[in-house]
């Protein structure tokens, strides 16, 4: 085995889920359907809640909406004729000719859609912006299953954003500016940024004029963000093109982790208005918007850059507590519930789980360990040493646990500055 090929093993998510008690599978569950053990389930749960928060920040406002419909919904918004390959046979209720068939359904967008038709809006109301972390099933084929990559039951960071014709580069650049931000807070660099347009065939929606107007809007936010990218046909969603934001796994295969799109179909087969300036009813843009894009997949990704030693904001153990004896086990404890108390997720590491030595070890991926002894006990201080060795110098408790704090809410990759 050649040292790239070990270092690539090494950083596998699958292995390394495995070893760090991330994530796991069980045949009886099912392939492609992989559970989230604690640890694994902090790190998704701090990645979610750091999403929402930003949306949140951006003016967009959270949304719930089931995971099945009827099929005559799919085959309104066009994924029954255009992606019914990728989707679930239908569940049919029973009834005889009226009976009705529920589908899992492949995205979001057909009920966002529906939210937006629930009542009437003004063009003051625009943009709105709409978003979900919310579940969709793909029948992928068991030979492409792998992991957290490919999977059956995704868990999309999906929104849509219903605006004028003149908002879509505006709303759509906005919606790459976050995208950016947060890859930076994670951690990770895109490979390429990719226009993935329609190609031959029955394939996409047959609606010539739309595609010419998404697809120079597009690039029009492409421009002007001064991007470089590349043109890739075929790869289009079927009811418009996209920007996708391309990344390489530790195997050396790309993927799409983020998209922005533009949709001029969904918003005419559901027949969309808004009322404009001069109160008539006009046809909303649907801008299509992902910043992680499956949950899956971007924890797959996190997992294989940082090898499992994440930012301190995404780590499921942020701060270790090391005492060195029994009887520092208080002062430990203390700061422990000093750091819960402030949002931290801290560990009491005792003197039964063995040496000093052996307990840093064990903790190598956290980012903060701390260790109390006798001097650090007596004078209320800790003596820190961050993840890859680098020593502190001692400082008073108090200060320590707010720094963390600081540093975490911060989202940053750094550990100190």
């Not at 505006?170 to 895109?190: C, F, S, Y």
């Not at 790309?254 to 001069?278: C, I, K, M, N, W």
Request: aromatic content about 8%; proline content about 6%.
């Amino acid at each position: 085995m050649t040292a790239k090929t070990a270092k690539k093993a090494r950083h596998d998510h699958r292995a390394l889920g495995r070893e760090l008690e991330l994530f796991g599978t069980d045949p009886l569950i099912g392939s492609g359907l992989p559970y989230w053990l604690p640890a694994g389930a902090s790190v998704r749960h701090a990645l979610e809640e750091y999403v929402r928060a930003v949306e949140r920040r951006a003016g967009y406002q959270h949304v719930y909406s089931p995971v099945l419909g009827k099929r005559e919904l799919y085959e309104l918004s066009g994924h029954w004729s255009h992606y019914r390959d990728d989707m679930y046979p239908p569940m049919d209720l029973g009834g005889g000719d009226e009976g009705e068939e529920l589908v899992l359904r492949p995205s979001l967008c057909p009920h966002h859609a529906l939210i937006f038709r629930s009542r009437a809006h003004s063009h003051r109301e625009l943009p709105l912006r709409m978003a979900e972390l919310g579940g969709m099933y793909r029948s992928e084929r068991s030979g492409v299953l792998g992991g957290l990559g490919r999977v059956r039951a995704i868990q999309l960071n999906d929104a849509h954003v219903f605006c004028t014709p003149d908002q879509v580069v505006d709303e759509a650049g906005a919606a790459l500016d976050l995208i950016r931000r947060a890859h930076t807070a994670m951690g990770v660099a895109a490979t390429r940024y990719r226009l993935s347009l329609p190609g031959p065939g029955g394939k996409y929606v047959d609606a010539p004029q739309a595609w010419r107007r998404a697809t120079a809007l597009l690039t029009e936010v492409l421009d002007r963000f001064g991007l470089p990218y590349e043109r890739a046909e075929d790869e289009a969603a079927f009811y418009g093109p996209k920007i996708d934001v391309q990344f390489t796994d530790a195997a050396g295969r790309e993927f799409t982790l983020s998209t922005v799109q533009v949709d001029f179909h969904q918003p005419e087969r559901f027949d969309l208005t808004y009322v404009g300036a001069d109160g008539a009813k006009h046809r909303p843009v649907m801008v299509h918007r992902s910043v992680i894009g499956s949950v899956e997949r971007a924890m797959a990704h996190l997992i294989e850059v940082h090898g499992g030693a994440f930012p301190a904001w995404l780590a499921p153990v942020q701060v270790a507590v090391l005492p060195v004896s029994a009887d520092q086990f208080t002062d430990a404890a203390e700061l422990v519930e000093r750091c819960e108390e402030l949002g931290l997720r801290a560990e009491l590491s005792d003197p039964g789980r063995g040496s000093l030595g052996a307990r840093i070890r064990s903790a190598r991926l956290v980012p903060y360990q701390v260790v109390i002894g006798a001097k650090e006990a007596v004078e209320e201080a800790v003596a820190v040493r961050l993840r890859g060795g680098r020593r502190l110098d001692p400082m008073p408790v108090r200060s320590f646990a707010e720094r963390v704090r600081e540093m975490v809410r911060a989202h940053s990759t750094e550990l100190w500055s």
